[in-house]
């Protein structure tokens, strides 16, 4: 089953002369618990290509299906973002007047769910990737590791369809790189689908397939990762 499909889509930003092609009819589909990791060097179109799959910036042209859904079609698209799609942002996004765990648990609870069942979930998520020792501090307490785990355990919680992540890995060590790949690739496991911005190969090589843009333009992509890392 496809989780994600892009078909055709372009981004423009402005007008005219100084307009900016961010993508050029980018056709990409992610099926049911893959992994697809997309490198290219800076500028190429990477997080605008996550934000474009995500919701959060809507294609010049072409189309985006999330589960079979048309974004352009959805009414509420912050509810299907908050129900489907876990991001993890580049900048994080952590809301610093939150608690690591309060910030874990804001989309489940904008989403209908109680107080304490939000708060159990999040408690798991933040356990699972070893955070939950700092869940009761406040961003400005963490160190930039700590809040990329944080980030990345709000992606996580609940039952999110697609997991899109932009460097998910910039603030962290070598082994904890590789723990958040592991968690990443657990949740492909378990059904959930994957598209992680990536520039190191060692991350790259967990993906299922690898995507490389430039320009805006998907230039290659290759059904077998450079290096094996699961």
């Known amino acids: 089953m496809t989780v994600l499909a892009l078909a055709g889509v372009t981004r423009v930003h402005g007008d005219g002369e100084t307009a900016v092609h961010a993508l050029k009819g980018v056709s990409l589909q992610i099926a049911e618990g893959e992994l697809v990791a997309v490198m290219g060097p800076s500028g190429s179109g990477k997080s605008t290509l996550l934000?474009?799959?995500g919701g959060l910036d809507r294609p010049t042209s072409g189309t985006v299906h999330i589960d079979g859904h048309d974004l352009a079609a959805v009414r509420d698209l912050a509810a299907l973002r908050r129900r489907s799609v876990g991001?993890?942002?580049q900048d994080l996004n952590l809301i610093t007047s939150l608690t690591a765990a309060e910030n874990v648990m804001l989309p489940r609870e904008l989403d209908g769910v109680r107080s304490r069942k939000a708060r159990e979930e999040a408690m798991a998520v933040?356990?699972?990737i070893g955070a939950e020792s700092f869940a009761d501090r406040f961003p400005d307490e963490l160190s930039g590791g700590q809040r990329q785990q944080v980030a990345i355990a709000r992606?996580?919680?609940?039952?999110?369809?697609?997991?899109?992540?932009?460097?998910?890995?910039?603030?962290?060590?070598?082994p904890g790189?590789?723990?958040i790949l592991r968690l990443l690739a657990a949740r492909c496991e378990a059904?959930?689908?994957v598209l992680l911005v990536t520039h190191e190969p060692r991350y790259a090589a967990w993906a299922d397939r690898v995507v490389f843009l430039r320009d805006g333009v998907v230039a290659d992509a290759?059904?077998?990762?450079m290096v094996?890392?699961?």
């Not at 992606?155 to 070598?174: C, K």
């Not at 290759?222 to 990762?225: F, I, Q």
Request: net charge negative; glycine share 10%; proline share 5%.
């Open 155 to 174: 992606a996580l919680v609940g039952e999110r369809r697609l997991l899109l992540a932009d460097e998910p890995t910039g603030a962290l060590d070598t």
């Open 87 to 89: 991001y993890v942002f």
């Open 51 to 53: 934000n474009v799959a």
């Open 222 to 225: 290759t059904d077998v990762p």
């Open 228 to 230: 094996s890392a699961r």
């Open 191 to 193: 059904g959930a689908s």
């Open 126 to 128: 933040l356990t699972e």
């Open 177 to 179: 790189g590789d723990e």
